[in-house]
């Protein structure tokens, strides 16, 4: 019902190279994919999760668009596991292998464009039991999952790729699914602001039945109040009756003061109805009593809309100007929301935000959404197939980290850093080509160095693994510094496109040749005789500053200071 209400067209987007008669559900599907089913029993297993001797393709009801048969294919591959995370063991209920689904490439109010190239992609979807108490406690054992993923080294790895949904409800609250944190450090984040946000509306709702305020008490009696808002300097609400729109207005008793309440960074009570207008109504957003007068709406005409609707100083009310039937529907979505404040904290889907908040997606979905499917015929799962996988399992993340540590002279933190990030297969390759660069160094740029240019919005997504590798070969012959690779994976992700040596060339990164470095340091010592007066170590120091500070990483420290070395002997000769 929710998305047949929205009205949407769809349209889909095929290209024959990557989608066939099954993508456009022209065609029965084919069997599961072998591979994908190996992968989620080498999971299972890691996992200590009992695999199932056969496995049962099921129908997952999905309506918004992004399936073109309306559901979702889904298997339970693995039951009863357990994950250890920060020391304590975590219950996985199951393990299920599914199929992504197509992906949003427009949307306007009307309409959706969904591509099918990644529609069908083999998803591994782990589920824990829910015994996670504390945000931090969600984002460990996210970590510990996603440790668990890496070690196949059979997924996809980046942002985006790894997908958490987060089921959280707390005491007087209620279960609500948030969809789509992308980013593993964002999982403690958002649950905490979910809480907050669960928090701040028993609260609301506690101060509601404190005002002896009813459900039925907000009633659907929608005022036209275009005529009042005529002559507004609203420019939204002016376009909309230029376009032969209306305006109506409900009031919302006993709400005075609560919808301007927030219940999360930058989130309001308020927020909440417009977000519900939104989706229920088509309607670009709401105007309510607790913002007003502002938006080119005067006092004069908030007083007239309380007359209008017989409001009193305890009442709030909200606006919206639109088509006729949409405001309509946006002002029935709100009535709704509101009677919720008054009675719970509601069962809902959110999806998340960028900054660990969230916003309303859909309603829960009922408890009838799965069926069997009939096109694809259940797989047996042999003893055999379980003993070949289970006698090649890959090694743990802690075991991988040991190891490097051993072999690459890496410290434990860096090894654990290099093993936790996406960049372990790269950085084997990297110090699998040259033993020129220090292995330390390589994942110290592979971690933190990354990290700092993430920090200061550097698109480092943009990097690609022959960028990586072309800029340690370059270090590897002499071509550049080591200090420079910073700076040229900084260039190459502002112009991905380009190779290592177009940023050595437009930098002017090139090593300087040993005559040229002579030349520079005669010219600094010549002109800082001064300082070895006093403390040889100290000039050389400073002198050893002003040099790397005139060659930019053009020079290798080590002989930049023997040749200070050598000159400043002869000075004191």
Not at 268 to 294: N, Y
Not at 417 to 435: M, N, P, T, W
Request: charged fraction near 30%.
């Amino acid at each position: 019902m929710f998305e047949f209400h929205k009205g949407k067209s769809i349209t889909y987007e095929a290209d024959p190279e990557t989608a066939c008669l099954v993508e456009l559900d022209e065609e029965p599907p084919r069997q599961l994919n072998s591979e994908a089913v190996d992968i989620a029993l080498t999971i299972t297993l890691l996992l200590k999760a009992r695999p199932l001797d056969e496995i049962h393709v099921m129908r997952k009801v999905v309506i918004d668009g992004s399936n073109t048969t309306g559901f979702q294919r889904t298997a339970v591959i693995g039951l009863d596991g357990a994950l250890r995370a920060d020391g304590r063991d975590v219950p996985v209920e199951q393990v299920t292998l599914e199929e992504d689904s197509g992906r949003k490439t427009g949307e306007t109010k009307t309409s959706a464009v969904y591509r099918l190239d990644r529609l069908g992609v083999p998803l591994i979807e782990i589920s824990t039991g829910p015994v996670i108490g504390t945000p931090e406690e969600a984002g460990k054992t996210a970590l510990a999952i996603g440790r668990i993923l890496r070690a196949t080294r059979k997924v996809k790895r980046g942002l985006g790729s790894i997908r958490q949904d987060l089921n959280i409800s707390i005491k007087q609250g209620a279960l609500v699914e948030i969809k789509g944190v992308q980013d593993l450090d964002l999982v403690s984040r958002v649950v905490e602001l979910e809480v907050q946000r669960q928090l701040n509306l028993v609260s609301i709702r506690d101060e509601l039945r404190f005002r002896q305020v009813k459900p039925l008490d907000i009633k659907e009696d929608f005022v036209d109040v275009t005529g009042i808002f005529a002559s507004s300097e609203s420019k939204i609400i002016q376009s909309a009756i230029k376009r032969g729109g209306k305006a109506y207005a409900v009031r919302l008793t006993g709400f005075a003061n609560l919808l301007k309440r927030e219940l999360a960074p930058g989130i309001r009570l308020g927020t909440e109805l417009a977000k519900r207008a939104i989706f229920w109504g088509r309607v670009g957003g709401i105007f309510h009593s607790d913002e007003l007068p502002a938006y080119g709406i005067e006092t004069g005409t908030v007083e007239a809309v309380k007359e209008r609707l017989g409001s009193d100083a305890r009442d709030a009310f909200v606006v919206i100007a639109d088509e006729e039937q949409a405001v309509l529907d946006g002002l029935r979505a709100v009535v709704e929301r509101a009677r919720e404040a008054v009675e719970k904290v509601p069962e809902e889907t959110r999806a998340a935000n960028p900054d660990g908040t969230t916003h309303y997606m859909r309603p829960r979905p009922g408890a009838a959404r799965m069926y069997p499917e009939t096109d694809v015929p259940p797989v047996a799962i042999s003893k055999d197939r379980i003993a070949r996988i289970a006698g090649s399992l890959p090694r743990m993340p802690a075991e991988v980290a040991g190891e490097l540590q051993v072999q690459h002279r890496l410290s434990p933190k860096l090894a654990s850093q290099i093993v936790d990030s996406e960049y372990l297969s790269l950085f084997e390759k990297i110090v699998g080509a040259s033993r020129e660069v220090s292995t330390s160094y390589v994942a110290t740029v592979l971690t933190e160095s990354l990290k700092s240019l993430q920090r200061e919005n550097v698109p480092v997504e943009n990097l690609r693994e022959e960028h990586f590798v072309q800029v340690f070969d370059l270090v590897a012959k002499g071509s550049t510094a080591k200090e420079s690779v910073v700076e040229v994976l900084r260039w190459l992700a502002a112009h991905p496109a380009s190779t290592a040596a177009d940023a050595l060339d437009d930098l002017g990164l090139r090593m300087l040749s040993e005559q040229d470095l002579a030349v520079i340091v005669n010219r600094v010592v010549s002109s800082n005789k001064s300082l070895l007066a006093n403390d040889r170590a100290k000039a050389l120091g400073k002198m050893m500053n002003l040099v790397m500070g005139e060659v930019r990483g053009r020079a290798d420290p080590t002989l930049v200071s023997e040749l200070l070395r050598v000159r400043i002997e002869r000075v004191l000769a």
